[in-house]
């Protein structure tokens, strides 16, 4: 998009609503302007009233009329400016929201092709930047040109001459702006990108801190750090010198200006052509509209800031959503639950195929286990369940009913998943269970926890269910985390269950207290289970052995390690038959 595209879009999403509220702020406006015309008028008869002609009523009305216009225009300055704030937070707000709309409904593809810094550094600096578009920008540039308006319609009503001979520098002026202007729109967007590298860099950063201390690695961090942080403070300095840039071009053309104004001034005075009254008031109107016109002259620059702020926003906004329901899309009606994939094949993005033409069936309510060697498909297929992503080839069903037919909403609500990678939110255990049923009671709550084995180590705890769990968890230990999240899938109660290596990370006293935790939340639903460890789904009724993108093998336990093949080897390995 262009620039002219970016101002209509942003006006027609973001600033139209507030019409209103820009009419209040736009008479304001009128008034400012007004009023600071005014007191640049009243010069001229205060200097023939008070200093020529002695009037001595006059010494007393117009000082009063001088204060008047100063107190208008203060006043009217301050509500258009708390109005401007309050319109330019609502547009942040609203765009934030925008943002965090579209990243949670994007399709995991795109957001785990994208750092977490990068849409930080979105949800922060850009959308601050944007704000500025609103409210130091856009709405002080019509303020701004307002008041020209005014001061340059005094000026012309003053001396037409002089008025000409005082405005044929602001092409000029604006000619600067506009070169300052496309250096602004660069520099920011290196700023920006700059910043997004230093937030994904220290987000890494605080993530790996036991790992960079356990390697030794600090200085290198911090040098690595330093080089960072450096390039941001340096392409940062850059937009503040660019914009820094108009203000002394700007008090040069402004000195120019009064000069001319001066020189050609005195000249028709002293020939007895421009009185002084006039031409004080006339002088003071040019050096008050010399004001707007340097505003206006960084507001180009300003702008030029916002779009490529602007830029990156609408980037992420326009954002195609592949994953969606179709028109047609009905609720998933669970009967059975039996899992069918048929001729499924998967890549992706650019990346050759991961499943290739599979077909499986799973009977409802029965415990099917996905084995095989790393990288084989296994968590592919889980993905493809819960519409993470959608297969190349082949279609899905639950009961008959294609996936890609039912509303994404009504299948995610029958599948619960629990994997080796446990988010936890930094919130009390109580409301981390709740994410899987914000409508469970305390009973329900207690009973999901006697089920999940973990509800006499919540107990144990100081504050038992009230106990902040720190981020992602780490107040906790693996066994404690795995517990919570299969007690918060037991609350969400769904038909199917998708178990991804959850104790892989255990040791063995705590892996039996998993597995029975997982037992009791697989109870009379379809359930699979990944597991690299076989003692863990030896009592699987089916098993499928995946390897290379296709079935390999599949059976019971015993079924698998007559056939003397992939499973036999693994089962072997780890000394298990």
């Not at 329901?325 to 050759?352: C, H, R, T």
């Not at 996936?403 to 080796?420: F, G, H, M, Y």
């Not at 404690?480 to 998708?498: C, D, H, P, T, Y």
């Amino acid at each position: 998009m262009n620039k002219i595209q970016l101002a209509k879009r942003i006006y027609k999403t973001q600033i139209k609503k507030y019409l209103p509220d820009l009419g209040v702020i736009f008479i304001f406006m009128v008034i400012n302007g007004a009023a600071t015309a005014a007191v640049a008028w009243l010069l001229d008869p205060a200097i023939k009233k008070i200093f020529i002609e002695k009037d001595n009523k006059m010494l007393f009305i117009i000082p009063a009329l001088i204060v008047i216009a100063f107190v208008a225009k203060s006043i009217s300055l301050y509500f258009t400016r708390i109005q401007s704030v309050n319109i330019s937070f609502k547009v942040k707000e609203s765009i934030q929201k925008n943002l965090a709309e579209k990243i949670l409904g994007a399709d995991l593809s795109y957001v785990n092709d994208n750092h977490s810094g990068k849409f930080i550094s979105n949800f922060t600096e850009d959308t601050h930047r944007l704000q500025n578009i609103t409210q130091t920008i856009g709405l002080s540039s019509i303020k701004e040109l307002i008041s020209l308006i005014f001061l340059v319609s005094l000026m012309i009503s003053k001396d037409i001459y002089l008025s000409l001979l005082a405005l044929i520098l602001i092409p000029l002026a604006a000619l600067i702006s506009k070169k300052l202007g496309k250096r602004m729109g660069k520099a920011v967007y290196g700023a920006l990108e700059a910043n997004e590298q230093f937030t994904k860099y220290l987000s890494e950063t605080l993530k790996s801190v036991t790992l960079i201390k356990i390697f030794q690695r600090e200085n290198n961090e911090m040098s690595k750090l330093s080089q960072i942080i450096k390039n941001w403070i340096n392409k940062s300095s850059k937009v503040e010198k660019t914009r820094l840039g108009t203000g002394p071009m700007m008090e040069t053309i402004t000195g120019i200006a009064v000069a001319l104004v001066v020189f050609a001034g005195g000249y028709r005075s002293i020939a007895g052509d421009l009185e002084v009254g006039a031409f004080f008031s006339f002088l003071t109107a040019l050096m008050l509209a010399y004001q707007p016109v340097r505003a206006l002259a960084g507001i180009n620059v300003g702008l030029n800031e916002g779009f490529a702020a602007a830029t990156r926003i609408y980037k992420i906004l326009d954002e195609q959503v592949l994953i969606k329901d179709n028109d047609n899309a009905k609720d998933l009606n669970i009967k059975n639950g039996d899992i069918e994939f048929k001729n499924v094949s998967m890549q992706y993005k650019n990346g050759p195929n991961v499943l290739n033409s599979i077909s499986l069936l799973i009977k409802g309510k029965t415990k099917v286990a996905l084995v095989g060697p790393s990288g084989g498909g296994k968590s592919t297929i889980l993905n493809l369940i819960p519409r993470f992503y959608d297969p190349k080839e082949g279609y899905i069903s639950i009961d008959q009913q294609d996936i890609k037919n039912i509303t994404i909403k009504s299948l995610r609500k029958e599948i619960a998943l629990v994997s080796q990678e446990i988010i936890l939110f930094d919130d009390t255990i109580k409301n981390n269970l709740l994410f899987g049923n914000p409508l469970a009671t305390d009973d329900e709550i207690k009973s999901a926890c006697e089920k999940a084995n973990c509800d006499k180590f919540i107990e144990e705890m100081n504050d038992g269910y009230n106990t902040l769990v720190g981020e992602n968890g780490i107040k906790l230990s693996g066994g404690q985390k795995q517990r919570i999240s299969i007690a918060r899938a037991i609350l969400k109660n769904s038909s199917i269950i998708l178990l991804d290596e959850a104790t892989s990370a255990l040791d063995t006293e705590s892996e039996k207290i998993v597995q029975e935790a997982m037992n009791n939340l697989s109870q009379n639903k379809t359930t699979i289970t990944i597991a690299h460890r076989l003692s863990t789904i030896k009592n699987a009724d089916l098993i499928y052995v995946i390897d290379k993108g296709i079935i390999a093998e599949q059976g019971s336990h015993e079924d698998l390690i007559l056939q003397n093949g992939i499973y036999k080897k693994l089962c072997d390995q780890q000394t298990l038959n």
